[in-house]
């Protein structure tokens, strides 16, 4: 079963723009405690970009804070990944992340890469 489907990946110039989406089977949406955005580059680690907690706070990486915001909307069972100035070191494949109260569940989207390319 398909709890995460994410969308909004491809091709941006560098200063571009990006939205991400993860949309969350309705569910488990309502279980969720954070929901979380991760990329990994060709050659290196998985890391975490930002996440938000059911209560609305957010985290985000050094790399990424002043640029990258995440939100949610309840109504939709989705949360976003809003990207501005992307760098060419932004580029990666990038992977929705859900986990709920007390580590009742663990779920990953399927991956959408971002390339930033002149």
């Known amino acids: 079963q398909v709890q995460l489907v994410e969308s909004g990946g491809g091709l941006v110039q560098p200063g571009g723009s990006l939205r991400l989406s993860c949309a969350a089977s309705?569910?488990?949406?309502?279980?969720?405690?954070?929901m979380g955005w991760y990329r990994q580059a060709p050659g290196k680690e998985r890391e975490l970009v930002a996440a938000?907690?059911?209560?609305?706070?957010?985290n985000y990486a050094d790399s990424v804070k002043g640029r990258f915001t995440i939100s949610r909307d309840n109504a939709k069972n989705t949360v976003y990944l809003q990207m501005h100035s992307l760098k060419v070191e932004d580029t990666a494949v990038y992977y929705c992340n859900a986990k709920g109260g007390d580590w009742a569940f663990n779920y990953w989207g399927q991956g959408t890469q971002v390339t930033v390319s002149s």
């Open positions: 938000i907690i059911s209560g609305g706070s957010t």
């Open positions: 309705g569910s488990i949406f309502r279980r969720i405690n954070v």
